[in-house]
């Protein structure tokens, strides 16, 4: 006799705009307490000291978590000069300092220099597993954390505004596994004077983007209406919103009936043998199955429950 799961099956995305000193677990254990939902996961986790885009997936949703992480994601940040500290934000204590302050002319200059592929040390303060244990773990019990670079990918990086001698606020777009810390720690370095974020916010997550988000304000208010859920539901994103940047197949009935039984499915049309590498199936405007495309068929590896 299997055991009955917990909650509601809701199914579908809420873009959360996350408040500062909340955790990412916080925030998706806030957003599933409220929707009463079976299950939760977030698409990239954000510091407590980030605001701004945490994308939650419930129920069915969560099988297409890992598209949502992989997209490109946009950041707005304020770096302070002058210091350096152990967690390359305000966080932890100032390491090293500097008098230096860069003029904005110095700052541009050196932007080309983090722009593309570059490799890039995460901060030791991070969730990277070394030896099976988190970073920052580590770091707090005093062990000299060294993580290796890896390469990263900077698409944008822009200085937007410069408050002071002691503040720039810059706009980057970047790549899965991009730190912001990192960036203020090396551009710092780069030009003699030292940095670290004090001001961060991430404004997009692959498709998802501000105009979609929702505070916990607005989640909390339209669960305590007497609407049957109305107007929780109406906050949700659909479960595909996270795979927009894959080709949709709309398949008959009995392909799809085919792929929720975990069977291949011919491609029809001249253009489908063309057609290779991810993409997701869908019947009369429903859900049906992701999958691989090869040599003209759809092979389905993720089928979703939406009834």
Not at 156 to 174: G, K, P, Y
Not at 186 to 198: E, P, S
Request: net charge neutral; glycine share 10%.
């Amino acid at each position: 006799m299997s055991r009955r799961k917990k909650g509601n099956p809701v199914h579908g995305w809420v873009v959360l705009d996350k408040p500062l000193n909340m955790t990412s677990t916080q925030a998706v254990g806030a957003v599933r307490r409220a929707f009463n939902a079976q299950k939760a996961g977030h698409a990239g986790t954000l510091d407590p000291l980030a605001t701004g885009l945490l994308p939650i997936a419930l129920g069915e949703a969560t099988k297409t978590v890992p598209y949502a992480v992989d997209g490109e994601k946009a950041y707005r940040f304020t770096v302070r000069w002058g210091a350096e500290t152990s967690t390359d934000d305000t966080e932890g204590p100032v390491v090293k300092s500097s008098e230096i302050r860069p003029e904005r002319a110095d700052i541009e200059a050196i932007l080309p220099r983090f722009k593309g592929e570059i490799m890039q040390v995460p901060p030791a303060f991070s969730a990277i597993k070394v030896d099976g244990a988190r970073a920052y773990d580590l770091a707090r019990e005093g062990e000299d954390v060294v993580l290796a670079a890896r390469p990263v990918i900077i698409e944008r990086l822009d200085l937007v505004d410069q408050t002071d001698a002691e503040t720039s606020v810059f706009e980057a777009e970047c790549g899965k596994g991009t730190y912001v810390r990192s960036l203020a720690r090396d551009m710092g370095r780069l030009l003699g004077c030292y940095g670290h974020v004090i001001a961060l916010r991430r404004t997009r997550v692959g498709p998802f983007d501000e105009p979609r988000s929702v505070t916990l304000a607005a989640i909390d208010e339209a669960s305590k209406l007497d609407d049957g859920g109305a107007a929780l539901m109406k906050l949700l994103a659909p479960v595909e919103t996270a795979l927009e940047d894959l080709p949709e197949l709309i398949v008959s009935p009995s392909d799809a009936a085919s792929l929720v039984r975990g069977q291949a499915v011919l491609i029809r049309g001249r253009d489908a043998p063309v057609l290779s590498g991810p993409a997701f199936a869908t019947s009369k405007g429903r859900l049906i199955a992701l999958g691989e495309l090869d040599k003209g068929a759809l092979h389905p590896t993720r089928v979703f429950n939406l009834g």
